[in-house]
């Protein structure tokens, strides 16, 4: 009797092991962060009332000198205002123009032409640009067009005192103790279908996942797009899940996985 007593118990703490692991994400099964990448119009038009319309928050990576920023200041700011993450994307977007399929990338902004010195210099003065619009000093970095390295150096190790975490471009997605916050791997948009996109909120949802989701152009504004009607059946279908899903900013769930990190 006592031997089927304990086995009993043992099976039904493996039973609480497993519940509890299901459930990491705030007590959700697992997290999703929108982010929206180069601070183009179509953010503030297209993307921004769909999000409000459901009380989604996300992160908007901002280049600080781009078009859409220099002509309607006061609407990134309120933006920021009603919750939304306002995320260093450098100040003039540099890539590294050596890499295949970069003949796009001008000369004065070529990332292999640069000093690590410099990007940190642009980086830092993008993210005091930032702070005059939301007051917050805590945010965090997304690499522009995934690159990382200023030749041959990483230069996020200089600037890991300015940011939380880092958002890279792999097109995976991870476990909370399997995230590297300096290196956040996320799905790119471009031109996927609602069905394609809500394959990656399954997946998070059965494997306990973060789940990071990049858009460019939202209804145009970029090659990398997603229709109107995709974007919003994708956030519909999340929100339809919301009870299991964890759903902020980069900066919020980035900071809860470096409390649960620094706990094991």
């Not at 705030?26 to 297209?46: G, M, P, R």
């Not at 590294?96 to 032409?113: F, I, K, T």
Request: glycine residues 4%; aromatic residues 10%.
């Amino acid at each position: 009797m006592k031997f089927f007593l304990s086995a009993a118990l043992y099976i039904c703490s493996l039973h609480g092991i497993a519940q509890t692991n299901s459930r990491v994400w705030a007590s959700k099964k697992c997290a999703v962060v929108l982010t929206y990448d180069d601070a183009i119009a179509q953010h503030l038009d297209n993307a921004l009332p769909v999000l409000d319309s459901l009380g989604f928050k996300a992160t908007f990576y901002i280049t600080a000198f781009s078009d859409a920023v220099q002509q309607r200041l006061n609407d990134w700011k309120q933006l920021a205002a009603n919750g939304h993450e306002l995320g260093n994307h450098t100040l003039y977007h540099p890539c590294d123009a050596s890499q295949p399929g970069r003949s796009w990338v001008s000369a004065e902004n070529d990332l292999s032409r640069y000093t690590v010195k410099r990007l940190e210099n642009e980086i830092r003065m993008t993210n005091l640009f930032l702070q005059s619009l939301d007051g917050k000093t805590t945010r965090t970095f997304a690499y522009t067009c995934g690159d990382t390295k200023v030749q041959d150096s990483l230069f996020i190790n200089g600037l890991k005192k300015e940011f939380i975490a880092a958002r890279a471009v792999t097109n995976e997605q991870h476990a909370i103790d399997k995230v590297d916050l300096y290196n956040v791997d996320c799905y790119v948009v471009n031109n996927h279908t609602y069905e394609q996109m809500k394959a990656w909120v399954d997946k998070a949802l059965e494997s306990n996942n973060l789940l990071v989701i990049l858009f460019h152009g939202v209804g145009g504004g970029n090659g990398l797009n997603v229709s109107l009607e995709a974007h919003r059946k994708l956030l519909s279908y999340i929100n339809q899940h919301k009870k299991d899903i964890y759903i902020a900013p980069m900066v919020e769930i980035a900071s809860y996985i470096r409390q649960w990190q620094s706990r094991r």
